[in-house]
């Protein structure tokens, strides 16, 4: 119920469940505590909150290795290396991502079903240190969510695969894939995905000079956004939509949304439309 509070946008929500269910558990070393381990570690990420992610996301790797669970230790290595990543710790990003991609490889098609979350966050750390692993990774999660019929992480799975061909300057094919999450977003009525999907096609745009497009694309993502709990995605649509075009003026209408975004905390300037954790 957590993945689906945070997935529809309602990120306090999905804190507050956490924190009830960590006072009902207590210290235990349960698959249950395994299991909450790892959302409250993906909780911290989100949050930006990266000294407890990185806490919670390697008692979570702990755990689950002591349980024999690999899924669970796969995606929570995930989760370590997008901490490790984010704390500036690139020694121990590598080491983390390399061992859930690891861990990823040896899992059956119907073990990795059982996992989607793996796919995506090492997805997250596939973006950040090897493109061509992150392809294979994200390629095989949509097929299994495909034939599956696993629609909870599709969209996010979709839209790393787009990120990832951005940053390989693949511009139509990160395009397409963001339209085909945006088509999903529409038909699960999710503010989220449709938020991220346009932000995405808004930054594909402003590379390639689409002032227009860029602008329709932003004001869709912005409008989206204003029904998210916590607004990371709307404050990125505003500063991707008042971004200045390749070689062009910014048109005065553009500057609000730009000023609208620096009262917010910033954005990346080198990664597209890539938000502080998986949802």
């Given at each position: 119920m957590v993945v689906v509070e945070h997935m529809l946008g309602r990120h306090d929500a999905a804190t507050g469940?956490?924190?009830?269910?960590?006072?009902?558990?207590?210290?235990?070393?349960?698959?249950?505590?395994?299991?909450?381990?790892?959302?409250?570690?993906?909780?911290?990420?989100?949050?930006?909150e990266y000294q407890a992610a990185a806490a919670r996301a390697d008692q979570?790797?702990?755990?689950?290795?002591?349980?024999e669970n690999p899924a669970l230790a796969a995606a929570s290595a995930g989760v370590c290396a997008l901490t490790e990543y984010n704390l500036g710790r690139l020694a121990h990003t590598e080491a983390a991502f390399?061992?859930?991609?690891?861990?990823?490889?040896?899992?059956?098609?119907?073990?990795?079903?059982?996992?989607?979350?793996?796919?995506?966050?090492?997805?997250?750390?596939?973006?950040y240190l090897d493109l061509g692993a992150g392809i294979e990774l994200l390629d095989r999660g949509i097929a299994i969510s495909r034939a599956t019929q696993?629609?909870?992480?599709?969209?996010?799975?979709?839209?790393?695969?787009?990120?990832?061909?951005?940053?390989?300057?693949?511009?139509?094919?990160?395009?397409?894939?963001?339209?085909?999450?945006?088509?999903?977003?529409?038909?699960?009525?999710?503010a989220q995905s449709l938020t991220w999907s346009l932000t995405?096609?808004?930054?594909?745009?402003?590379?390639?000079?689409?002032?227009?497009?860029?602008l329709s694309c932003g004001e869709g993502a912005v409008a989206a956004g204003g029904r998210l709990t916590h607004h990371y995605f709307s404050m990125?649509?505003?500063?991707?939509?008042?971004?200045?075009?390749?070689?062009?003026?910014?048109?005065?209408?553009?500057?609000?949304?730009?000023?609208?975004?620096?009262?917010?905390?910033r954005a990346p300037s080198d990664q597209a439309a890539v938000p502080p954790g998986p949802l």
């Open positions: 469940m956490l924190a009830s269910a960590l006072d009902a558990l207590g210290a235990s070393e349960t698959p249950e505590a395994a299991e909450l381990g790892l959302h409250l570690a993906w909780d911290h990420l989100y949050r930006s979570a790797r702990r755990l689950a290795r002591r349980l390399e061992n859930g991609s690891a861990i990823a490889a040896e899992l059956g098609d119907e073990e990795l079903a059982g996992r989607p979350e793996a796919v995506v966050l090492l997805g997250f750390g596939a973006y696993q629609g909870q992480l599709y969209v996010q799975m979709l839209l790393l695969l787009a990120l990832i061909r951005v940053a390989r300057g693949e511009l139509a094919a990160a395009n397409a894939l963001a339209q085909d999450a945006e088509d999903v977003a529409r038909l699960s009525n999710n995405v096609q808004c930054a594909t745009a402003t590379r390639t000079g689409d002032l227009p497009r860029a990125l649509a505003r500063s991707y939509s008042g971004r200045r075009p390749a070689g062009g003026r910014r048109p005065r209408r553009l500057r609000p949304r730009a000023a609208g975004a620096l009262r917010r905390p």
